[in-house]
């Protein structure tokens, strides 16, 4: 099967124009199929601010009103999206930019919870691998957004590690899959203050280990759950670490790799 | 050769959710091969008041400076391109928003001008057919926003009307196509305060005459020297008139057709 690279780049990447750029120019360096999924970043908030749109956040989950949705389309679909695309063309990658609803490529439905009313929050039901072949054989890379839609007109703000964690292991079927979730510190941590006690290798008997002696810190923990849930579904490889040392991560030589065993 | 009916669909339509939301049930019915191509609407001067940022027009052109240009690709790109995707989702057409950065389909350069900086404005330097072939071919309809490159990271606001005629001049090579410029009135009018005095037909000669006769309002003349320019390049067939009567603008049996005798 052919290699297909997934990588997720987070917020604080987002946030820095330079160091943006610098991730982007090693992204459209690397010679393999690849997707590209991104997150958000402070420019909705800063966007919300503006336009007297209070934000509220539950569980580190944006509660997504009307207005807040409005927003995150603009800025994650348009601004985030487009800026990314554009500079990802001028260093000769295709890059072709995606919501949920664009192909009807990822489908997913209103959160139902049984206490909290998250809004606009979407929680991904099918991804339609066929447009994303597609557009990998055509040498294409998709970039998709954390926006989707639920096939009845209604777009939804939807979680980007889920995205990519579910993009991943759809497309696991027909592709050898590398998943990367990338953010700002060096890989999973042993001490949360400690930027050079990366864990080199994680299994899922040592992630449970360290939960148990609560050495995990509460963000990382979706995540790994994100990553070990991937290995389970047929995904070959994830890796955990800085956006800005993209190629050490592919090569091994960086981050944390997460495994079976 | 197949047919391609290329629609676009200007700012009034688009301010009107309810017109909207009809508009793109009719268009979603049509049962051809089809393109959606979006204008702005006033979303985006509306987005810019509340971010207190000061719009200018010149010659009915925004002047597109940075500020201006966040706000248009938030807008154009993300709010309403991904409106109109999700709704015709919703209504079984298989759409896929797209800027012209989006696997290079549209190249722009920054417009130059002897006397006016018209800040980030682009004018169309090629089409890239081969892309949107592909996704005709597998049943999808591209939903085109006006929003360009430069192939060199630099996005731009690119004028609607044109990027509707460059399209369909670039794809009549491979398809027989019906472009139809929807906007606010029945059609090209001999009256401009008289609704019902829509040219059912209008020649080269004729279009010659009736501007000698000032009888051509401003704003119809870019888009009626588009029309016949698209003609001139291969285009069949170029319709004028009212979005809310698009099965009859298809049919002939409502506003105006463009012809060359």
Redesign the interface.
């Known amino acids: 099967m052919d290699k297909l690279i997934i990588i997720k780049i987070g917020g604080n990447i987002i946030d820095d124009e330079s160091k943006l750029s610098l991730f982007l120019r090693d992204f459209a360096a690397i010679n393999a199929n690849k997707i590209l999924i991104h997150g958000g970043g402070k420019l909705a908030t800063r966007?919300a601010e503006?336009?007297n749109a209070p934000q509220q956040l539950v569980d580190g989950r944006r509660i997504t009103d009307a207005a807040t949705l409005?927003i995150v389309?603009?800025?994650?679909?348009?601004?985030i999206?487009?800026?990314i695309?554009?500079?990802l063309?001028?260093n000769g990658c295709?890059?072709?930019?995606?919501?949920g609803?664009?192909?009807?490529v990822i489908r997913a439905h209103k959160r139902v919870h049984a206490t909290i009313d998250y809004g606009f929050v979407g929680d991904v039901d099918s991804i339609d691998v066929s447009?994303l072949t597609?557009l990998l054989r055509?040498g294409?890379c998709p970039v998709l957004c954390p926006?989707t839609?639920d096939?009845?007109?209604?777009?939804l703000n939807t979680n980007a590690d889920t995205i990519a964690q579910e993009a991943a292991k759809a497309l696991s079927a027909l592709f050898d899959i590398e998943l990367i979730y990338s953010f700002e510190k060096n890989g999973v941590l042993l001490d949360v203050d400690n930027e050079n006690s990366v864990i080199k290798k994680l299994t899922v008997a040592h992630y449970s280990e360290l939960k148990t002696e609560g050495k995990i810190f509460a963000g990382m923990i979706p995540k790994l759950d994100n990553a070990f849930s991937a290995l389970k579904c047929g995904v070959k490889k994830v890796i955990i670490g800085k956006a800005e040392e993209i190629q050490e991560l592919l090569n091994g030589d960086k981050g944390t790799s997460i495994s079976h065993d």
Chains 1, 2 share one sequence.
């Open positions: 966007l503006q336009m409005k389309t603009m800025v994650y679909a348009g601004y999206n487009k800026t695309v554009a500079q063309q001028a295709n890059a072709l930019g995606l919501t609803a664009d192909g009807n447009l597609t055509q294409l926006i839609h096939k009845n007109g209604q777009l």
